[in-house]
């Protein structure tokens, strides 16, 4: 069995995303990826739909939304030029873009590139986009892990990791021992967004027993820079979203440890530690030293599934 190193740098970002200028956006990723890997960060995560910005505008048709007039395929220029800077520094870049899909044109997922020191490795399609999202992208189908010295680092996008904690315990499973987590998430007076990001990360901590980076978008949605608006002022509008970029994982005695980052940050800067994996235990996922089998279930999760499939209501869904 091949032998992983424990010891990782990890950066997290909270991110000002520029509404539909992926110029922009693409020039302050590619900074921060450098000044991070200076810093000494091995892998830096960014967040979902960082390129492009995250909102959906509800009175546009769909072909002249944002989102598929910003998409790009997986041969773009943005996956490029984050890839020659990531070769160049020898660290690993992961951010959220809107994925043109190259066989179908009008076909645009909310994806994760991510980039390594030696260029492309590949792209995670969100599994269950959420609300408005789903006025632009197509679902995807298919886990992401990629393989590192660490082993493998394992990428699920904000309503997955909140609301399907199946998938890191998939992951862990797998023997990811770090989930990254890029997301866009923020909210008014009536959703307590912190409790609910806070409360979905340290459920895959709980469960999973893996450590958890998660980068969060922050500032509004959109500002109207040409009539002078700010991120502070009335000519700022759509989401405000919260920042509270964190990196979380097990600590000693079986309790969660925030490592680096604060959910009460707006600003928009870069969180870094020095964290050790071997802390990961996975321990659902291994022998029991008691049984002599692992307490996870797979056999009988299928199982479990296949019966909802057979059910009235869901066997209209059976893809």
């Not at 069995?1 to 956006?25: C, H, P």
Request: glycine content about 10%; aromatic content about 12%.
């Amino acid at each position: 069995m091949r032998k992983y190193e424990d010891i990782v740098n990890v950066a997290v970002v909270n991110f000002r995303q520029v509404w539909g200028n992926t110029e922009s956006n693409l020039a302050r990723i590619k900074g921060f990826t450098k000044q991070a890997a200076k810093r000494g960060a091995d892998i830096i995560v960014f967040p979902e739909m960082a390129l492009t910005g995250y909102d959906n505008e509800t009175d546009v048709p769909y072909a002249y939304k944002m989102q598929l007039r910003d998409a790009q395929t997986t041969d773009g220029d943005a996956i490029a030029e984050i890839s020659a800077v990531t070769k160049m520094y020898g660290v690993y870049a992961v951010f959220g873009m809107a994925e043109r899909d190259k066989e179908k044109n009008d076909v645009v997922y909310n994806s994760v590139a991510v980039c390594g020191p030696k260029g492309f490795i590949g792209t995670y399609r969100k599994l269950h986009p959420a609300l408005e999202e789903q006025c632009w992208c197509t679902r995807g189908d298919e886990p992401f892990m990629f393989d590192t010295q660490w082993g493998p680092v394992a990428v699920g996008i904000c309503y997955d990791s909140y609301n399907f904690h199946e998938l890191a315990r998939y992951y862990a499973a797998a023997g990811a021992r770090l989930y990254l987590n890029p997301t866009a998430v923020g909210g008014g007076p009536f959703f307590d967004w912190k409790e609910y990001y806070m409360t979905g990360l340290k459920q895959i901590v709980n469960s999973a027993e893996i450590f958890v980076a998660s980068s969060n978008l922050t500032g509004f949605a959109k500002v109207d820079e040409e009539a002078g608006g700010s991120n502070d002022n009335q000519k700022s509008h759509g989401t405000r979203f919260g920042g509270g970029s964190i990196i979380l994982g097990p600590g000693v005695g079986d309790k969660i440890h925030i490592y680096a980052g604060d959910v009460d940050s707006e600003e928009e800067k870069v969180f870094m530690e020095t964290i050790d994996l071997s802390l990961a235990t996975r321990r659902n996922f291994k022998v029991d030293s008691i049984t002599g089998r692992p307490d996870y279930r797979p056999d009988l999760y299928i199982k479990l599934n296949q019966k909802l499939l057979e059910t009235e209501f869901w066997k209209q869904f059976k893809e």
